[in-house]
């Protein structure tokens, strides 16, 4: 028995001559496909193509701007808007957050009771009422605000006249009044405590884009009207501590001086490069949609600077 596994140790141990010579060949052998391969990278196939163009030689590239989709706020405010007959909560939360919290207070007022609730458009509506003789409701649309994670609260006050429905005028709506107490509800809730599952699909709607064309300048998309927009644009350029010298609104265009910030953070407000004039034009191309546009032929970082100042801060 000892023999034969003496025997099976010794015939592992021996090398098949073929093997030697094969191994002998393969090391000897120069690939030179590789090479010739990497050189010409015309033929290579690109599964994940990088946006920007490639330095051949230098095997290098130039990656675009990422896009701002969105200006964002961070101070949790809560704000009260006019403008003209139209009045709205500002909150900065976002719409899933703000959707239980009105029904809520709604449900918890006295005079008033929840007769639609549409999730999905973002509608409430209360069970008419009377009031100085007259039947009157209240209807709510919360929508996705101009800010990231922020929410716009429009409010309206009805009122029957004949078989049709009709905005309140200003001297005998209680509108203000009304608006009041819901933002000091607002104000005491803590909006953040929760989330409404049915109210998710709210939390979409995007009302401010910064779009990149084609000859590498940008531009603000507003899916809002001029006057909201130009309203927005002067609060604005109020937040963001830039000086206006000239506005017309009529022609829709503000001059300005603006230097680029010299370094991050809240000093970057306080030390800026020296101050050049600049022409912000407003352009409205419909009922809902207007664009905030830097009159300039050439495009650079600063340009780019300021447009992203007004981005972030346009609520």
């Known amino acids: 028995m000892r023999f034969f596994v003496l ?42 193509p990088i946006n920007g163009e490639i330095d051949k030689e230098k095997l290098s590239y130039e990656l675009q701007r990422p896009r701002q989709f969105f200006s964002s706020g961070s101070n949790n405010e809560i704000r009260l808007h006019k403008l003209g007959q139209i009045r709205w909560l500002y909150v900065e939360s976002l719409p899933s957050s703000v959707w239980p919290i009105l029904n809520q207070y709604i449900e918890n007022e006295n005079d008033l009771s929840i007769r639609i609730s549409d999730p999905d458009k973002g509608v409430i509506e209360t069970e008419i009422f009377n009031r100085k003789d007259k039947e009157v409701k209240y209807r709510f649309k919360v929508e996705h605000g101009i800010r990231q994670a922020s929410t716009e609260l429009f409010f309206t006050e009805l009122v029957k006249q004949e078989n049709d429905w ?52 940008s531009y603000i998309k507003l899916s809002i009207g001029f006057a909201r927009t130009w309203a927005a644009l002067n609060r604005a350029l109020k ?17 300005i001086n603006y230097g680029l910030p010299e370094e991050e953070g809240i000093l970057a407000r306080l030390r800026k490069s020296e101050p050049k004039e600049y022409k912000i034009i407003v352009r409205s191309s419909s009922e809902d949609l207007t664009q905030i546009m830097l009159d300039s032929e050439e495009w650079n970082d600063e340009l780019e600077s300021l447009l992203s100042e007004i981005n972030q801060s346009l609520s």
């Open 166 to 217: 009709a905005i309140l005028d200003n001297d005998n709506s209680e509108a203000d009044e009304f608006l009041r107490k819901l933002l000091d509800y607002f104000s005491s809730a803590t909006v953040s405590q929760g989330t409404s599952l049915v109210a998710l699909n709210l939390n979409q709607g995007r009302k401010s884009e910064v779009i990149n064309t084609n000859d590498g300048k």
């Open 239 to 255: 937040e963001a501590a830039i000086n206006v010298k000239d506005l017309n609104r009529e022609e829709g265009y503000v001059l």
């Open 7 to 48: 025997l099976l140790i010794l015939a592992s141990c021996v090398s098949d001559p073929s093997k030697q010579s094969r191994n002998a060949y393969l090391l000897e052998e120069e690939d030179n496909t590789l090479s010739e391969v990497i050189e010409d990278i015309t033929v290579l196939l690109d599964l994940y």
